[in-house]
């Protein structure tokens, strides 16, 4: 196969909580469920002791308590979501991925656009800097010269080297999902790529033994 196949993909926002929502329950389900069994024997004995002696109030604070912190158990990883997607959707940036499968690392080129910013066009000179009035000589200069603008695209480059990184790679309902070190995940569209291609990339990771 070729050990340079490069992917180029964005992300929506649903397929980020999707890919979230995979993470929560790959890493924190077992745990999740483990608490809940101990809290669920914790209110069985406190309902045990509010039937042999209903005036006592330690049956009910720590019936009360365990189930409160049980329902809580539950609820916490939607509230995590739902904050991170607000502070996504207020931060306002559109994301573009290159990802790139060399035999030894994987590199993922971020492109960050800041999405719906107006920003304004300034003219540099040695008196300072000035905004460009609308109809003067710059605008009109930029108007056919639209390169002079600078681009303020940020471009941001992340390397994870097999032999030092732990690596995953899942599939789900239309995502390639890439786990790394059990506190990351990138989340690679199949509408972004061709059948080849996601052939290619299941290969790949299949022949590192990273599935």
Not at 35 to 48: F, N
């Amino acid at each position: 196969m070729n050990d340079n196949l490069s992917v180029r993909f964005d992300n929506t926002p649903a397929e980020i909580e999707a890919a979230y929502k995979a993470f929560q329950t790959k890493y924190a389900l077992k745990r999740k469920l483990i608490y809940t069994i101990v809290y669920l024997i914790v209110v069985v004995l406190a309902a045990d002791l509010i039937v042999k002696d209903m005036t006592n109030p330690t049956g009910y604070i720590a019936g009360g308590l365990a189930l409160g912190i049980l329902v809580f158990n539950w609820i916490k990883p939607v509230l995590i979501r739902r904050k991170m997607m607000q502070g996504m959707e207020e931060l306002g940036t559109d994301e573009l991925y290159t990802m790139t499968l060399f035999d030894d690392r994987i590199e993922i080129e971020t492109e960050i656009t800041t999405a719906g910013k107006e920003t304004e066009v300034v003219a540099v000179s040695r008196l300072g800097v000035f905004p460009v009035e609308e109809g003067s000589e710059a605008a009109k200069e930029i108007a056919e010269h639209p390169e002079l603008v600078k681009d303020e695209t940020q471009v941001e480059k992340t390397v994870y080297r097999l032999a030092e990184t732990e690596v995953c790679m899942s599939e789900q309902r239309g995502l390639l999902l890439l786990f790394v070190n059990r506190s990351f995940i990138h989340v690679i569209p199949e509408r972004c790529l061709g059948a080849e291609e996601i052939l290619a990339f299941k290969a790949y990771f299949e022949e590192k033994g990273l599935t």
